[in-house]
Structures are given as structure tokens and as C-alpha cells.
T-cell receptor, first 113, second 115 residues
Framework: AQSVSQHNHHVILSEAASLELGCNYSYGGTVNLFWYVQYPGQHLQLLLKYFSGDPLVKGIKGFEAEFIKSKFSFNLRKPSVQWSDTAEYFC???????????FGTGTRLQVFP | GAVVSQHPSWVICKSGTSVKIECRSL??????MFWYRQFPKQSLMLMAT?????????EQGVEKDKFLINHASLTLSTLTVTSAHPEDSSFYICSARDGGQGRGSFGSGTRLTVV
């Protein structure tokens, strides 16, 4: 069955620190990959997505993610975090076969000034 | 583009009553809609997939008679929580996808509290 793993459950950083959140999925076929962010009290927002082409994807607010097919990974990165990046981050995978979007368990990021 | 509207944003109901949640795609036709549930401090769990004009497909462990889904048009899907119990209290989120364009978006969610 399709599954998504986010190994970092809770990350605490100081402003200007670099960020990398891990995401691994288990599915052998063609997939679309997503990172969503949920700010406190708000709904999900799409940060970035990968469908095909350049495996390095740039999203909003300075985030980027790299799809490494051989490692079944789609890690999220940001060179310098800000206090306003404090939120819950979800990795999600959609397979071509099922069309379902399966979410990881989420990573809570706290950024302190 | 790909705007999804979900209503109501929050609802409180008594045990045993039913609650209907609406999910509308405002600027595209949603051939497929998904309903998710998010318990506090947990991830989103897919409950069911609805396709316009056909029966919804429920994920394992989700009671189809309790969570009624109707996708009567290409812009509207409804989730009805029947005979609600306190354990049904959760955050319900819909997602709509345009099959042609591949666009998809989430609604703002509905916080259901059953007392």
C-alpha cells in the first residue's frame, strides 16, 4: 500500500537557520509529490509540487524540494527560516493509479526569533 | 484559479443529530472530490473519494452509512455526518480536483464539535 513517512515530527530552529524536512514514500509507480503548509488556525496551503521535469522544484516563500527517485524522497528545504514559517508541514503523494492524495504525519516547525 | 469553498467553517451539534458539510469548486468543474478528516495533532486521513454521478469510494474503516457523501454536480459535494457522536468531533477538509486540468485545491475546513 502507498505510504508517506515524515521522520521529523517536531523541529525547532532559530531564525536564519537552514531547514530540511525529510519525506519518503513507498510506491513504485509514477507519482505526483506535494508539500503543504498549515499555519496555526488556518487551512492547508500548497507550498510546491512535483509532477515531472526538473527534480528540483521551487515553491512559494523561498521553499524548494528535490525529488530523488532512487531514494523515493522529496525533502523540503529553505536556506534561511523566518519566525513566520512556524507551522505544520505535510508531505503528500498522489499515485497515477489511485488518484488518492496520501499525507505524511506532518512535521511541526517552530522558529524562534 | 482552482478555488474551493467549504461551508460551514465550524459547527456545534448535539449527539444524535446530523450535520451536512458542503464543498464547492468555484471556478472549475471538479470531477473528483476527496474528503479528509484531521484529528488534533494528527495528519489528514482520507475518508472517501467521490466522483460526480457515482457512488463514493470509502477508505477502510470509514462507515459509509455514517458518513454520507453526495456528489450530485460537478461543482458540489456534500458530506453528511449522521447520528453524530462526540468521537466524530474533528476537522473535516474537502479537496476538489479538476480531472481535465489536473488542478486541485483544498477547502478551508469544517471544525465539527459534537456535544
Amino acid at each position: 500500500a502507498q505510504s508517506v513517512s515524515q521522520h521529523n515530527h517536531h523541529v525547532i530552529l532559530s531564525e536564519a537557520a537552514s531547514l530540511e524536512l525529510g519525506c519518503n514514500y513507498s510506491y513504485g509507480g509514477t507519482v505526483n509529490l506535494f508539500w503543504y503548509v498549515q499555519y496555526p488556525g488556518q487551512h492547508l496551503q500548497l507550498l510546491l509540487k512535483y509532477f515531472s521535469g526538473d527534480p528540483l522544484v521551487k515553491g512559494i516563500k523561498g521553499f524548494e524540494a528535490e525529488f530523488i527517485k532512487s531514494k523515493f524522497s522529496f525533502n523540503l528545504r529553505k536556506p534561511s527560516v523566518q519566525w513566520s514559517d512556524t507551522a505544520e508541514y505535510f508531505c503528500a503523494v498522489r499515485s497515477y493509479n489511485t488518484d488518492k492524495l496520501i499525507f505524511g504525519t506532518g512535521t511541526r516547525l517552530q522558529v524562534f526569533p | 484559479g482552482a478555488v474551493v469553498s467549504q461551508h460551514p467553517s465550524w459547527v456545534i451539534c448535539k449527539s444524535g443529530t446530523s450535520v451536512k458539510i458542503e464543498c464547492r469548486s468555484l471556478d472549475f468543474q471538479a470531477t473528483t472530490m476527496f474528503w479528509y478528516r484531521q484529528f488534533p495533532k494528527q495528519s489528514l486521513m482520507l475518508m472517501a473519494t467521490s466522483n460526480e454521478g457515482s457512488k463514493a469510494t470509502y477508505e477502510q474503516g470509514v462507515e459509509k452509512d455514517k458518513f454520507l457523501i453526495n456528489h450530485a454536480s460537478l461543482t458540489l459535494s456534500t458530506l453528511t455526518v449522521t447520528s453524530a457522536h462526540p468521537e466524530d468531533s474533528s476537522f473535516y477538509i474537502c479537496s476538489a480536483r479538476d480531472g481535465g486540468q489536473g488542478r486541485g485545491s483544498f477547502g478551508s475546513g469544517t471544525r465539527l464539535t459534537v456535544v
